[in-house]
Every structure is written in C-alpha cells, then in structure tokens.
C-alpha cells in the first residue's frame, strides 16, 4: 500500500496503467483520444479562420480600391477637363485598377486564396473523428469576374468611357460588399465552432482528471 500510494505521489494518477484499473485505464485512453483529436480540430479550424481572414483584409481593400476608383471616373467624366487633366486621371484609375489585381493575387494563407478563383471553398475539421466539417464558400475577387465586373483594361480616357465606367464601378462596389458579408459570416460560422471545440475539449479533459488524477491531500495523508 505504501508504494501505491507513493507511486500516485509521483505520477499524480490513481490509474496510470491497465494493472491500477483496467477498466477506468480504458476508458481514460479513449478520453485521451478524443481530447487529442479535438486538438487537432481546433488547429483545422484557426488555420481555415486565419484564411478568411486574410480573404477579408483583401475584400476590404478591393472596396476602398473600388472607391478611389468611383472618384476618379467622375472626375474624368467631368465634360470641362481639358486632354491632359483627363490623361493624369487615366493613368491614376489604370494604377489603382492594377492594384486590385495585385493584392487579389497575394491574399494567400497556407496556400489558400479565397479571392483570386483557385480555390471554390475553405474547410476544416468539426469532429475528433473528421466525419464532420465545416466549409466556407470563397469570393473570386479578380477583375473581369462575376463580383468585380471591372476589366483588366478598363479605362477613362475619355469623357464617354469615364461615364460608362461610373455604373461598372458601383455594380462591383456592390458585389464585393455582399462578397466581404458573406465571407464575415463564414468566419463567425468557424469562431463558434472553434469556441464550442475548445469548451468540449476541457470538459473532456476535466472529466478524464476526475477518472484519474490522485486526490494529492489524502495520498499525502
């Protein structure tokens, strides 16, 4: 008894091994598996966050691009502007549509761009035995697309295209704000199920101490 109780002294546990208790050991080791999956679960579910996430600051971008954009297209649809007032706002308009492409391109996390069309949806682990997942659709941000209409040579060289410019612009605009709404509740969608995870996995691993851990005072006793 005296080397029982100073082993549950040195190890903490009541049931370290099959030979303590072979059937709370056995049930304790499936305990342990499923905290040990539900680890990995939660690790599934950040890195699926931290690509929506990255998606959003792109989405973000595009809109403010998108903008300034706007700005520039009223501007040069302006009918007063003489040819070299209208040229500075083609060449500023042609710069800002280039850079939509730009950041569409490097809105990449573990390989992952929700934004440039590569990739149709975003999934991950919702179970600790990977039958379940849950998934978000991914936004093709790209120019010349279904969400940003402008295209790759878009211009406002003139007064007529600049005016014909100003509805594409906020047709887009549109688009890409109900892109960035969907992508947000896909990324409270994995914010919950990431909360719900972790509160499963304590309570697991609360519930495995009560089968298993040594009462320390009464050992010590």
């Keep these: 008894q005296l080397d029982m109780t100073q082993s549950r002294i040195n190890s903490g546990l009541k049931v370290a091994n099959a030979k303590d208790d072979g059937a709370i050991y056995a049930i304790a080791q499936n305990q342990r598996g ?106 093709n941000m790209k120019l010349s697309g279904s969400i940003v209409t402008i295209k790759t040579t878009s211009t406002v060289s003139t007064q007529a295209k600049a005016s014909a410019m100003i509805g594409v612009i906020q047709t887009s605009l549109t688009n890409v704000n109900s892109a960035l709404a969907k992508l947000s509740s896909g990324a409270a969608k994995f914010s919950i199920q990431a909360t719900f995870t972790q509160k499963l996995a304590d309570t697991l691993t609360t519930g495995l101490g009560n089968l298993v851990d040594a009462n320390m005072a009464q050992e010590s006793a």
């Design 34 to 139: 499923a905290v040990a999956g539900y680890q990995y679960v939660i690790s599934s579910i950040n890195n699926g966050s931290f690509a929506i996430d990255v998606a959003l600051s792109a989405g973000q971008s595009v809109s403010d691009l998108l903008i300034q954009l706007k700005q520039k297209a009223l501007a040069a649809a302006d009918p007063s502007l003489d040819t070299a007032s209208r040229q500075a706002l083609n060449a500023n308009f042609t710069a800002l549509r280039d850079q939509i492409s730009t950041i569409v391109k490097n809105a990449v996390f573990n390989n992952f761009n929700l934004v440039d069309g590569s990739t149709n949806q975003v999934q991950a682990l919702a179970s600790a035995d990977g039958t379940r997942r849950i998934t978000t659709q991914a936004q």
